[in-house]
């Protein structure tokens, strides 16, 4: 089976701070993605990725930076955290092509 | 501007009963619709997918419905368990687009036993 894990399933951090989520697939898929997921507004796309140092800005980008160094790892980066940016993190990777992802189980972060 | 509109928002159905999800999208260039299950403390999983050159796909009890002229389509779960308690989200995408998808807001299924 694929796996995607992502680093902590609950993180807290202070407001301000540089937060970092980590996501590691198994499967040499192509691409990878970050979405966060809050009630009544489904799954929002932040940033993905289609290859090793590429990356492009999802439909919610602002505050957030993203880094893809192997194949295997895609990192969040919140630059300077705040608290609307409490939220679920999810990270998801696919082979190139229409095929359906395969998630992570998330990151619940609260910012305080 | 959400691309694909999903209802309802939340679903009570009793065990044995349909339940049934709706989902409707504008992008005439989607081409591909799957349906994601989702239980707390877990991620997404995909559950059910369907391309527009077919009507309807069925894989055991979960049945896609696809409305290509009305731009439509929906997710019908029946003899509906309490282990389908989840929230479901149903999702669009484009070929050749970075396989990115659009996801519906969610609904959360309650089966009452």
């Known amino acids: 089976d694929v796996k995607v894990t992502q680093s902590s399933r609950y993180l807290v951090k202070r407001t301000g701070e540089k937060v970092f989520l980590e996501c590691v697939q198994d499967?040499?898929?192509?691409?990878m993605f970050w979405y966060r997921q809050d009630p009544g507004l489904g799954l929002r796309l932040i940033y993905f990725?289609?290859?090793?140092?590429?990356?492009e800005k999802g439909d919610i980008p602002e505050g957030y930076s993203v880094s893809r160094e192997k194949k295997e790892r895609f990192s969040l980066i919140l630059e300077s955290a705040s608290t609307n940016q409490t939220s679920m993190y999810l990270c998801?990777?696919?082979?190139?092509?229409?095929?359906?992802?395969?998630f992570g189980s998330g990151t619940r972060l609260t910012v305080v | 501007q959400q691309q694909v509109k999903q209802s309802p928002q939340s679903l009570i159905v009793q065990k044995g009963g349909i339940s049934i999800i709706n989902c409707a999208y504008e992008?005439?260039?989607?081409?591909?619709f799957p349906w994601y299950q989702q239980f707390p403390g877990k991620g997404p999983a995909l559950l059910i997918a369907?391309?527009?050159?077919?009507s309807e796909k069925k894989e055991g009890r979960f049945t896609i419905s696809f409305n290509k002229s009305a731009k439509q389509f929906s997710l019908h779960i029946m003899d509906s368990q309490p282990g389908d308690s989840a929230t479901y989200f149903c999702a669009a995408s484009i070929a050749n687009n970075f396989n990115k998808f659009y996801f519906g807001s969610g609904t959360k299924l309650n089966v009452k036993p």
């Open positions: 992008n005439t260039a989607f081409d591909y």
């Open positions: 499967m040499d898929h192509e691409n």
């Open positions: 998801a990777s696919s082979w190139e092509g229409n095929y359906g992802y395969t």
């Open positions: 369907i391309r527009p050159d077919v």
């Open positions: 990725s289609y290859d090793v140092k590429m990356k």
